[in-house]
């Protein structure tokens, strides 16, 4: 298996600009995590899907954020319009399931984006 | 809400071992993961411990009590491609959502 999948790997932008991560996750997997990462606040979870629908938004910073996820194989995180302090890395994960208590509610991190906004 | 406690960093030698401690104080409880993230990279799974006691892969162990919030990952037979974070995070409960809240992470750095 690949693994998740994630691009751009690095992005370098512009204030204002719209930004759009991309997430393929492992084939299979019914969750797909979207996380922030940086030094001051850690790894965040910024949203999750189960089945392609959104679950948990509760994260997301606020309205300039989107996340969509319109088939099993793919989803995006828009950022629009984007501002300095947006600035981290930002992972996706999935996990074949969530409320057993197997394992299988590992989740397996892609390689991530590093955005930065000037 | 969730809050996780480690610590920043630690500093090793080659071939010893080092325990990474971690306590948690939750709304709810549903299992706790260990990562590890070299820098620059994603996560990786190291474990998982839902229930009290020891559990062991390889030249890593960790541990889980939870009447005391308390967890630790041990290292032994420290390789110098053992220099990383590590990340303790805790799923919350069904009601919560099963999130994963994360720790910090406690930087490891092994010396020869």
């Known amino acids: 298996d690949a693994g998740v999948i994630q691009s751009p790997r690095h992005e370098v932008t512009e204030m204002g600009q719209e930004v759009t991560l991309r997430c393929k996750p492992i084939?299979?997997?019914?969750?797909l995590f979207w996380y922030r990462q940086t030094m001051m606040r850690g790894l965040e979870l910024l949203i999750y899907?189960?089945?392609?629908?959104?679950?948990?938004d509760s994260g997301m910073p606020e309205d300039r954020f989107s996340a969509k996820m319109p088939n099993a194989s793919f989803s995006t995180l828009k950022i629009q319009p984007s501002e300095p302090r947006d600035s981290a890395v930002y992972f996706c994960?999935?996990?074949?399931?969530?409320?057993?208590?197997?394992?299988?509610?590992?989740?397996?991190f892609g390689p991530g984006t590093r955005l930065l906004v000037l | 809400g969730q809050n996780i406690d480690q610590p920043t960093e630690m500093t090793a030698t080659e071939g010893a071992i080092v325990q990474i401690n971690c306590t948690y104080q939750t709304s709810g409880f549903n299992g706790l993961f260990w990562y590890q993230q070299h820098a620059g990279e994603a996560p990786t799974f190291l474990s998982y411990?839902?229930?009290?006691g020891l559990e062991e892969k390889g030249r890593f162990s960790s541990f889980l009590s939870r009447s005391k919030g308390y967890s630790y990952l041990l290292l032994k037979e420290l390789q110098m491609k053992d220099s990383a974070s590590y990340l303790c995070?805790?799923?919350?409960?069904?009601?919560?959502?099963?999130?994963?809240?994360f720790g910090g992470g406690t930087r490891v750095l092994v010396k020869p």
């Open positions: 084939s299979g997997h019914d969750y």
């Open positions: 995070a805790v799923r919350g409960s069904k009601a919560a959502g099963n999130k994963l809240t």
């Open positions: 994960a999935s996990s074949l399931s969530l409320h057993t208590r197997t394992g299988q509610e590992t989740q397996y």
């Open positions: 411990n839902v229930l009290d």
């Open positions: 899907f189960n089945n392609n629908v959104p679950i948990d």
